[in-house]
Nanobody, 117 residues
Framework: QVHLVESGGGMVQAGGSLRLSCAAP????????MGWYRQAPGNGRELVAA???????FYVGSVVGRFTISRDNAKNTLYLQMNSLKPEDTAMYYCAAGRGALPHDYWGQGTQVTVSS
């Protein structure tokens, strides 16, 4: 069973910052497109940001200019730097690995991000 392990969530006030990390097995990370999804209560899961093996990135419109996705291939770790956080960013954030624009073959357990106003 493949395990992606997220960390870095927490509670922060609006305008604050958090950095999420996702550690993946080397055998998966090196060949996978990676992404961060989030799911708020009562909502579906949405792709927030993605980083392909080719180096291209994607951001959902609501986080453009505030979030930055990066990957450290030497550490097999995916990051999501989240700045200028808003209460509407509150959600469970999940790391995923796979192939394509919506990587979804492997998932982490999620890390909670709560932004207070």
């Amino acid at each position: 069973q493949v395990h992606l392990v997220e960390s870095g969530g927490g509670m922060v006030q609006a305008g604050g910052s958090l950095r999420l990390s996702c550690a993946a097995p080397a055998s998966i990370f090196s060949a996978a497109d990676m992404g961060w999804y989030r799911q708020a209560p009562g909502n579906g899961r949405e792709l927030v940001a993605a980083f392909s093996t080719g180096g291209s990135t994607f951001y959902v419109g609501s986080v453009v200019g505030r979030f930055t996705i990066s990957r450290d291939n030497a550490k097999n770790t995916l990051y999501l730097q989240m700045n200028s956080l808003k209460p509407e960013d509150t959600a469970m954030y999940y790391c995923a690995a796979g192939r394509g624009a919506l990587p979804h073959d492997y998932w982490g357990q999620g890390t909670q991000v709560t932004v207070s106003s």
